[in-house]
């Protein structure tokens, strides 16, 4: 192994990202316009796993049991960083949360790091994880239950975002699917031998506005009806939808979720309805690694980006990258790519993703997340220093035991 110096590296980083910046915008491009949602995105997984293995990954699909998963890896000694890809869209949406610039950036990294750590003769592995479904289905519990992340020094993965901030916060959150069975009759002849599955969700939905008010300040709660009825003079006899329940930490969520169970049950109880509730995924809290964090805010600056202020736990959603952060030390920040106040799952996001603004903050998170994963593989004292605070974390390897299971 050469003697090579961080800043040396970070320019030869810096090189190998913009060497690669048309493969990738042209990835980027087409994944945008594929739009394939959670576990069906087959053309843009293989699309940019073959990108990636082009460049000397060897990439293995459909780990974990899920076809549109892949790791590429390269390096077989030495410190081990590795970068998350997302590329599933929203449904009804596309690519309204900017997951084409999150799957090429993270792609443009390794690729940049590991083509720099080869120049620099310098032993490490490098990997690149191609997660399905992070709107939705949770990709990457099964990678952190086969213990992929399990030897990593540092996980690494940006976020599209009308800001930029070193640090990303995100809730744990349970998805659950609802469904009221009732009785069909003639709303108007027969009304009394209907059984209203309507009525049912519209008891749970008031319990469910009832209960905010009881809430902490950092929980959530919110979901939509795919069915209510199929006619006016027909007594619904089904409804079905989705919710959501999230808050700040697993052990709250826990509770909340045994008071959104008793909620629903009570509505079944009172109309007469048979109530299905499945609790879903559950994603963990994310819990950004705060050495990490500290390297990420050294280079946003070198690379002239600005870190907007933010105010912790603000303006927050979920994401399955908390599941990894309890498996490794992990960092996911956020790069401006519209102005404040245009958020993701907006249409206007949509198209930020595919601006110029959007495409130039990829490269950069690209460079950025690569520089982090130098830091960590070149210097030993960095290396220590994250995993001390990743085993500081407290209950950093619990695992999520859900109030239904």
Known sequence: MTTTSAPDLHTSIHD??????????????????????????????????????????????????????????????????????????????GHACGH????????????????????????????????????????????????????????????????????QYALACTHWEWTFRGKAAHAAGHPDQGINALDAFVHAYNGISLWRQQLRDDARVHGFVIEGGTAPNIIPELTRGEYLTRARDGEYLRTMNTRFRAIFEAAAQATGCKLQLDERETYLDLRS??????????????????EDHVIPWERTGSTDVGDVSYAAPTLHPEFAIADDGIGPHTHAFREAALSPRGEEAMLKA??????????????????????????????????WKGSGA
């Open 289 to 306: 690694n705060p050495v990490l964090a500290e390297l990420a805010s050294v280079h946003l600056a070198e690379v002239g980006l600005i």
């Open 100 to 167: 084409n610039l999150i799957a090429t950036s993270s792609a443009g990294a390794g690729i940049a790091l590991a083509e720099s750590l080869d120049a620099a003769g310098a032993d490490a592995r490098v990997t690149i994880v191609g997660t399905p479904a992070e709107e939705g289905g949770g990709g990457k519990i099964p990678l952190c239950h086969d213990g992929l992340f399990d030897d990593c020094d540092a996980v690494l993965i940006f976020h599209p975002s009308d800001r930029t901030a070193s640090v």
């Open 366 to 399: 690209a460079e950025v997340l690569a520089r982090i994963g130098a830091d960590v593989i070149l210097d030993p004292h960095v290396r220590q220093r994250v995993r001390d605070a990743f085993l500081t974390q407290p209950e950093h390897r619990d695992a």
């Open 16 to 93: 190998a990202t913009r060497g690669c910046k048309g493969d990738l915008l042209t990835a980027s491009h087409a994944i945008h316009a594929l739009a394939e949602i959670g576990f069906e995105e087959f053309e843009s997984s293989r699309l940019l796993s073959g990108l990636i293995e082009q460049r000397g990954f060897a990439v293995e699909r459909g780990v974990s049991g899920m076809p549109t998963a892949f790791v590429a890896r390269r390096g077989n000694t030495g410190p081990h960083v590795a970068f998350l890809c997302e590329y599933d869209a929203l449904r009804g949406l």
